[in-house]
Nanobody, 116 residues
Framework: QVQLVESGGGLVQAGGSLRLSCTASGSIFSFKFMGWYRQYPGKQRELVAAITMGGPANYADSVKGRFTISRDNAKSTVYLQMNSLKPEDTSVYYC??????????WGQGTQVTISS
């Protein structure tokens, strides 16, 4: 069973930075897709950034130019570097990973709070 463990959330002031990490219990080579989502209260999860095996990264328009997703295969970890944070970035952030079989796994979520 694959487990995704997120870390790096917290409270920062607007304009600050955070880096989220998502470490998988096994190799991430088997994941064709890894991404970060966020969920506002009462809303569906929305894709923030995604990276595929050998493909380009994709970003939601609201975070383009501020967030960067990357993966370190040797550490089985995917990162989300978040810069120039805004109060509207406040949310619970979830890591997701999809295997080539189509099975998707989710992390437990990490709270990101941006104060104005």
């Amino acid at each position: 069973q694959v487990q995704l463990v997120e870390s790096g959330g917290g409270l920062v002031q607007a304009g600050g930075s955070l880096r989220l990490s998502c470490t998988a219990s096994g190799s991430i080579f088997s994941f064709k897709f890894m991404g970060w989502y966020r969920q506002y209260p009462g809303k569906q999860r929305e894709l923030v950034a995604a990276i595929t095996m050998g493909g380009p990264a994709n970003y939601a328009d609201s975070v383009k130019g501020r967030f960067t997703i990357s993966r370190d295969n040797a550490k089985s970890t995917v990162y989300l570097q978040m810069n120039s944070l805004k109060p509207e970035d406040t949310s619970v952030y979830y890591c997701a990973a999809t295997k080539v079989t189509g099975t998707t796994y989710w992390g437990q979520g990490t709270q990101v709070t941006i104060s104005s």
